[in-house]
């Protein structure tokens, strides 16, 4: 089955840093708008951030602009989220998935198991 698997992550203090990877497995992510989201116990999921196929265009959640950086290889087939200055907020599992018409509709259907983030005072 085509899938992703997310890794990267792990218990910081605020204020840390942590470097999440996405990769591809089944299939080739270089054709898709690739976007990070994330789940707190309790929420809803929300997107975090998006990137285009081209990785001409880059999307971020307000919440998260300016301390979080997406990037791709497509060589790698994996997508990674540059996590900085992180808060207790940021806290939740991230997954990523992929997404039509450039970043504009999510079109994920058999989510990953995402990769959990804690950051705690």
């Known amino acids: 089955q085509r899938h992703f698997v997310e890794s990267g992550g792990g218990l910081v203090q605020p204020g840390g840093s942590l470097r999440l990877s996405c990769v591809a497995a089944g299939f080739t992510l270089d054709i898709w708008a690739i976007g990070w989201f994330r789940q707190a116990p309790g929420k809803e999921r929300e997107r975090v951030s998006c990137i285009s196929a081209s990785t001409n265009d880059t999307h971020y959640a307000d919440s998260v602009k300016g301390r979080f950086t997406i990037s791709r290889d497509n060589a790698k087939n994996t997508v990674y989220l540059q996590m900085n200055s992180l808060k207790p907020e940021d806290t939740g599992v991230y997954y990523c998935?992929?997404?039509?018409?450039?970043?504009?509709?999510?079109?994920?259907?058999?989510w990953g198991q995402g990769t959990k983030v804690t950051v705690s005072s």
């Open positions: 998935a992929v997404h039509l018409l450039g970043c504009l509709i999510e079109a994920q259907d058999n």
